[in-house]
Protein backbone atom coordinates (compact mmCIF):
# COMPACT_ATOMS: atom_id res chain seq x y z
CA UNK A 1 0.00 0.00 0.00
CA UNK A 2 1.35 3.85 -0.97
CA UNK A 3 0.94 6.33 1.43
CA UNK A 4 1.58 9.97 0.58
CA UNK A 5 2.79 11.85 3.56
CA UNK A 6 2.62 15.38 3.61
CA UNK A 7 6.17 17.01 4.31
CA UNK A 8 6.67 19.90 7.21
CA UNK A 9 7.11 22.00 4.74
CA UNK A 10 3.75 21.63 2.92
CA UNK A 11 1.55 21.39 5.64
CA UNK A 12 2.52 24.86 6.80
CA UNK A 13 1.82 26.24 3.32
CA UNK A 14 -1.89 26.81 3.96
CA UNK A 15 -2.76 28.38 7.08
CA UNK A 16 -5.73 26.62 8.75
CA UNK A 17 -7.32 29.49 9.06
CA UNK A 18 -7.08 30.49 5.68
CA UNK A 19 -10.29 32.13 4.27
CA UNK A 20 -8.88 32.31 1.10
CA UNK A 21 -9.82 30.37 -2.37
CA UNK A 22 -7.47 26.98 -1.57
CA UNK A 23 -6.04 27.69 -5.07
CA UNK A 24 -4.96 30.89 -4.62
CA UNK A 25 -3.31 29.98 -1.35
CA UNK A 26 -1.66 27.25 -3.80
CA UNK A 27 -0.63 29.73 -6.59
CA UNK A 28 0.85 31.84 -4.18
CA UNK A 29 2.52 29.66 -1.81
CA UNK A 30 3.67 26.50 -3.67
CA UNK A 31 7.07 27.11 -5.43
CA UNK A 32 9.21 24.81 -8.01
CA UNK A 33 11.46 22.63 -6.23
CA UNK A 34 9.42 21.73 -3.13
CA UNK A 35 9.07 18.35 -2.01
CA UNK A 36 4.95 18.34 -1.11
CA UNK A 37 4.65 14.58 -0.36
CA UNK A 38 6.87 11.42 0.88
CA UNK A 39 5.90 8.24 -0.88
CA UNK A 40 5.90 5.87 1.90
CA UNK A 41 5.33 1.95 2.15
CA UNK A 42 4.74 -0.55 5.04
CA UNK A 43 7.70 -1.77 6.07
CA UNK A 44 5.54 -5.46 6.56
CA UNK A 45 1.72 -6.45 6.65
CA UNK A 46 1.74 -7.25 10.00
CA UNK A 47 3.58 -4.09 10.77
CA UNK A 48 1.20 -1.20 10.46
CA UNK A 49 2.47 1.17 11.99
CA UNK A 50 6.31 1.11 10.45
CA UNK A 51 6.62 3.14 7.00
CA UNK A 52 9.28 3.23 4.51
CA UNK A 53 10.36 6.10 2.32
CA UNK A 54 10.53 5.37 -1.25
CA UNK A 55 10.12 8.96 -3.15
CA UNK A 56 9.11 11.83 -3.08
CA UNK A 57 6.47 13.88 -5.05
CA UNK A 58 8.05 17.60 -6.22
CA UNK A 59 6.96 20.36 -7.57
CA UNK A 60 8.72 20.65 -11.09
CA UNK A 61 7.52 23.79 -12.29
CA UNK A 62 5.08 25.93 -11.08
CA UNK A 63 1.56 25.54 -9.80
CA UNK A 64 -0.95 27.33 -12.68
CA UNK A 65 -4.92 27.32 -12.50
CA UNK A 66 -6.72 25.97 -15.65
CA UNK A 67 -9.56 27.73 -16.28
CA UNK A 68 -10.86 24.85 -18.23
CA UNK A 69 -10.71 22.69 -16.03
CA UNK A 70 -12.19 25.22 -12.54
CA UNK A 71 -14.76 26.15 -14.86
CA UNK A 72 -15.89 23.59 -16.99
CA UNK A 73 -14.54 19.79 -16.38
CA UNK A 74 -16.50 19.35 -13.15
CA UNK A 75 -17.18 16.01 -11.39
CA UNK A 76 -19.90 14.99 -9.28
CA UNK A 77 -18.33 12.76 -6.39
CA UNK A 78 -20.47 10.25 -5.01
CA UNK A 79 -21.90 10.71 -1.25
Known amino acids: ML ?3 PTPEARQLIPSDSTEDFRV ?3 QQVKE ?3 LYEVCV ?3 AEDADTLVVVGGI ?3 SPFVASAYE ?3 SLFQHPR
Open 3 to 5: IFR
Open 25 to 27: DLM
Open 33 to 35: GIQ
Open 42 to 44: RAT
Open 58 to 60: YMR
Open 70 to 72: DGV
